[in-house]
């Protein structure tokens, strides 16, 4: 008999979904150097790097960006000598393994006309980045209640055979209803219409929204680093001072 190689080590799409969302179905949003990219800044402010472990990846990071700047990346633990952590935090990223999707009758679709009420919404209730060209990323569900948006959910990264549910939000006067739940399992159902499988990613400390995730059928996956970063250099606005 003779033996079979052993099987080369793939990386899951999850692993690095910023980055393989915009090599994939959001590559047509990329910004790109090499291996590395970055969404537009007013649609989601976030960068990836190919192989975070890959110093030329870096270099390329810094062309895309310039001196100087700030970027926020995930799934990074240390940056190179030169750049400096300004900021971050951590996350939970959580997968549907038992989620029970379902349109919701009552929630709208929602376009380029209602960012202002998305965006006003978001203002009262912080859910997470949310800017005013992220509608642009998939499809986003809404519920009013006489002309008010109160409630919505959307459609963010999209790494090959997945698709993340975020901005997932209730205006405070209305919780308790169950508003953002059935979203969540409207946005769900359209996601895995066209054969992808929905996740979520929630702050760590964010402790209420993981147990009601967990609730009705999302299962934590891993945890993940948040950082901004500036990169090395003056930005060349300040060079000429």
């Known amino acids: 008999m003779i033996p079979t190689a052993p099987a080369e080590p793939t990386t899951h799409p999850l692993d690095n979904a910023v980055w393989a969302a915009l090599t994939g179905p959001h590559a047509h949003l990329a910004e790109r150097v090499g291996g590395a990219a970055r969404y537009p800044a007013d649609v989601y402010a976030y960068a990836a790097l190919a192989d975070p472990a890959d110093p030329a990846a870096w270099a390329d990071l810094h062309t895309l960006a310039g001196p100087g700047n700030t970027v ?33 009758p009552e929630a709208v679709r929602l376009g380029p006309a209602d960012v202002p009420d998305m965006l006003d919404l978001v203002a009262r209730t912080r859910p ?14 809404g519920i009013r209640h006489r002309g008010r948006l109160v409630a919505m959910a959307g459609e963010r ?8 549910i975020s901005a997932v939000c209730t205006d405070p006067e209305h919780r308790g209803r169950g508003l953002a739940t059935r979203l969540v399992r409207a946005v769900a159902a359209g996601i895995r219409e066209r054969g992808d499988t929905p996740l979520l990613h929630a702050s760590a400390t964010n402790t209420q929204a993981i147990r009601l995730y967990e609730a009705i059928g999302f299962t934590p996956r891993r945890r993940t680093r948040i950082l901004q970063v500036r990169t090395p250099g003056t930005p060349r606005a300040a060079e000429t001072l």
Request: cysteine-free.
């Open 128 to 141: 997470g980045p949310f800017l005013p060209r992220t509608v642009e990323l998939g499809t986003y569900l």
């Open 157 to 164: 990264l999209r790494p090959p055979g997945w698709t993340e």
């Open 72 to 104: 926020r990346i995930k799934g990074v633990e240390s940056v190179p000598s030169g750049w400096e952590v300004v900021g971050g935090g951590r996350g939970v990223q959580l997968v549907d393994t038992a989620l029970r999707a379902e349109p919701a």
